[in-house]
């Protein structure tokens, strides 16, 4: 099972950026497709971005495409998620995860993705 830690979150007035990081355990991790999701207060876990094992493909949320970029480095076992342009309702924590079978890609439903991280807390200034 693959093991995961992200960081990098943190308090950042709208319209700035910033880098999240996802630490991740487990010799199976290059062979896996990765997501980011977020979840705010009282609301619905929400999908953000993916990216295919081998960097090759990516589908983002409507929300934050053009904004955010994801990306992985298979040698350090990391995915990333850039984050520009940074508005209010893009306050949330953000959770990356793994896409539970290479059958579901193109997914945006957090049930086909599995071993979540604890999460980082992204607050963004108005």
């Known amino acids: 099972q693959v093991h995961l830690a992200e960081s990098g979150g943190g308090l950042v007035k709208a319209g700035g950026s910033l880098r999240l990081s996802c630490a991740t355990s487990g010799h199976t991790f290059a062979s896996r497709h990765m997501g980011w999701f977020r979840q705010a207060p009282a609301k619905e876990r929400e999908f953000v971005a993916a990216?295919?094992?081998?960097?090759?493909?990516?589908y983002y949320a409507d929300s934050v495409l053009g904004r955010f970029t994801i990306s992985r480095d298979n040698a350090r076992y990391t995915v990333d998620l850039q984050m520009n342009t940074l508005k209010p309702e893009d306050t949330a924590v953000y959770y990356c995860?793994?896409?539970?079978?290479?059958?579901?890609?193109?997914?945006?439903?957090?049930?086909?993705?599995?071993?979540w991280g604890q999460g980082t807390q992204v607050t963004v200034s108005s």
């Open positions: 995860a793994v896409l539970r079978d290479t059958t579901a890609w193109g997914s945006m439903h957090p049930a086909a993705f599995e071993s």
């Open positions: 990216i295919s094992w081998s960097s090759g493909s990516t």
